[in-house]
Nanobody, 119 residues
């Protein structure tokens, strides 16, 4: 397992932008599938965006066209660029990763970073 540390959360006004970062320890990051999840108060954790080790991406319908997931294997980091933020994007955002594919109980998770969209 790798250790994941998220950063970049904060308070932003509706329509604003934030970029989240998730830094991973270890030397095999390039073969990791990565994803961002979020959990709002009183709601279940939901997938926001994912990226395979090959660079293919997928997004929740609610963020398509506004969020972009990317990775820099030289920095062992995955990013989530969030534009046109809405109050309903308010949540704790978590980074997760696993070798080749996600979905196992052994997937690594970060501690989360709070994103609050409010005027």
């Amino acid at each position: 397992q790798v250790q994941l540390v998220e950063s970049g959360g904060g308070l932003v006004q509706p329509g604003g932008s934030l970029r989240l970062s998730c830094a991973a320890s270890g030397s095999v990051f390039s073969i990791y599938a990565m994803a961002w999840y979020r959990q709002a108060p009183g709601k279940q954790r939901e997938l926001v965006a994912g990226i395979t080790y090959g660079g293919s991406t997928n997004y929740a319908e609610s963020v398509k066209g506004r969020f972009t997931i990317s990775r820099d294997n030289s920095k062992n980091t995955v990013y989530l660029q969030m534009n046109s933020l809405k109050p309903e994007d308010t949540a704790v955002y978590y980074c997760t990763g696993a070798p080749l594919r996600l979905g196992s109980s052994t997937d690594s998770w970060g501690q989360g970073t709070q994103v609050t969209v409010s005027s």
